[in-house]
């Protein structure tokens, strides 16, 4: 079993739509990043959390330490937001700036126009 | 301020050859990661540099893998003797010194291409 699962591993949706992607993990962590990657692209940091909830923009993001379940929620969905989301965690050994992520497969959202 | 930058975005390798991938950090960060993302894979973290120390060199293969981050100049991955396995994307990350909130900044990635 991955320490890291996301869910669903692919995921459609209509522009405008309200989308929530998953991640659960299995170890303690200190801290759990959501991350983008488009197509052939690089890599972007969308949040970094070790509790409660965070917004910017469109993106939320929660985490419940006790279920160790994290949240992406996107609110009114653009075919821009087409990408994968990938969840990492640090786990709760590492310290300092030692980012040691482990890393969910990622999940691949469409946003049909 | 340019963020972290990689080159080159895409090698073309024949076996045996060797592969050098260049991460220059974002001005100010003195850490460096790299991973690897195997196609059809999730990330993996390779190794973790500061200037002039490897300091977690424990997701590095064994053999023909090495990494450097000298005083001066970019942190470089060097492979070794390439084979197709090896072909995949390697992404590199930087982040502020000790005692920084631990976000990641990472960069385009290099795509490495065995024939």
């Known amino acids: 079993k991955n320490e890291v699962e996301q869910s669903p591993q692919n995921l459609t949706a209509q522009e405008g739509e309200f989308i929530t992607i998953n991640c659960s993990y299995s170890v303690g962590i200190s801290a759990l990043h959501w991350l983008q990657q488009h197509p052939g692209g690089g890599i972007v940091s969308l949040f970094m959390l070790s509790s409660g909830k965070k917004k910017h923009g469109r993106l939320i993001a929660t985490i419940n330490i006790q279920e160790k379940h994290s949240s992406l929620h996107i609110t009114a969905s653009h075919p821009r937001d087409s990408a994968v989301y990938i969840c990492?965690?640090?786990?709760?050994?590492?310290?300092?700036?030692?980012?040691?992520?482990?890393f969910g497969k990622g999940i691949t959202l469409s946003v049909r126009p | 301020n340019a963020g972290v930058m990689q080159n080159p975005r895409h090698l073309v390798r024949r076996r045996g050859q060797e592969a050098r991938l260049r991460c220059s950090p974002m001005k100010g960060h003195s850490h460096v990661y790299w991973y690897r993302q195997l196609p059809e894979e999730g990330l993996k973290f390779m190794v973790y540099?500061?200037?002039?120390?490897?300091?977690?060199e424990s997701g590095m293969p064994k053999e023909r893998f090495s990494a450097e981050f000298p005083k001066e100049g970019p942190s470089i991955l060097r492979i070794q003797q390439v084979v197709r396995g090896d072909s995949a994307a390697y992404f590199c990350?930087?982040?502020?010194?000790?005692?920084?909130?631990?976000?990641?900044?990472f960069g385009e990635g290099s795509r490495l291409t065995v024939l």
């Open positions: 990350a930087s982040s502020p010194p000790q005692g920084n909130t631990g976000e990641l900044f």
């Open positions: 540099l500061q200037k002039e120390n490897i300091i977690d």
């Open positions: 990492a965690v640090r786990t709760a050994i590492t310290t300092g700036a030692n980012s040691k992520l482990t």
